[in-house]
């Protein structure tokens, strides 16, 4: 079992995904939501927090998909394929992580089969949606850049800033796959993906 913690870089990534709303509101089923997407009986109408709480209780509430990476991959990968597969775990899951091909290639050390299997998950009953694609290309870029040096950080504010990002060797990455995940979450609110 791994060992690693969620980087700066990592969280950031997720916080860009996920967007943050400091005053508590209900999310598209009613459920009362704040911060970077932090439900539970704490949240209630009325209720504001600042940028550094939003941060804590994202925190919190990734600690499971940390977890579920440090469990479940046997391989041996980096910080920032670790931060990639925690944001994309924490959107879709541990099951679905579990279960999934990008698990089963990332195990049998084939690498560049696994990163061409985030693009696929970047439906919701069955529909493609821009954030979840974009999503999943944030992931994949971070899971094929090689740690070094600032160049992470970089490529997640090129993310953020809606540009296409390259590779650490300065290509582009490769085409997605068009095939779609199973099943997975729809987006809660706005975010910068």
């Known amino acids: 079992m791994a060992n690693f913690k969620y980087s700066t870089n990592g969280l950031n990534l997720t916080k860009q995904a996920e967007g943050?709303?400091?005053t508590a509101y209900q999310d598209s089923v009613g459920v009362w939501t704040i911060g970077y997407g932090h439900t539970g009986s704490d949240v209630k109408k009325g209720l504001t927090i600042t940028e550094d709480q939003a941060t804590t209780l994202l925190e919190a509430d990734v600690?499971?998909?940390v977890t579920c990476v440090n469990k479940s991959v046997s391989a041996a990968i980096n910080q920032n394929q670790f931060d990639a597969l925690v944001d994309f775990v924490f959107n879709l899951g541990c099951a679905n992580f579990g279960q999934s091909t990008l698990l089963r290639l990332?195990?049998?050390d084939q690498f560049e089969g696994a990163s061409e299997e985030f693009p696929k998950?970047?439906?919701?009953?069955?529909k493609v949606l821009p954030g979840l694609t974009k999503r999943r290309a944030a992931e994949q870029a971070l899971f094929n850049t090689p740690v070094k040096d600032g160049a992470t950080a970089n490529l997640i504010q090129a993310h953020?800033?809606?540009m296409r990002p390259t590779a650490a060797s300065g290509r582009p990455p490769k085409k997605a796959a068009k095939k779609g995940r199973?099943?997975?979450a729809s987006p809660k609110k706005k975010s910068a993906f």
């Open 20 to 22: 943050v709303r400091l």
């Open 63 to 65: 600690a499971w998909a």
């Open 106 to 108: 990332l195990n049998e």
């Open 182 to 184: 199973k099943a997975g």
């Open 121 to 126: 998950w970047n439906k919701a009953k069955k």
């Open 160 to 162: 953020a800033a809606g």
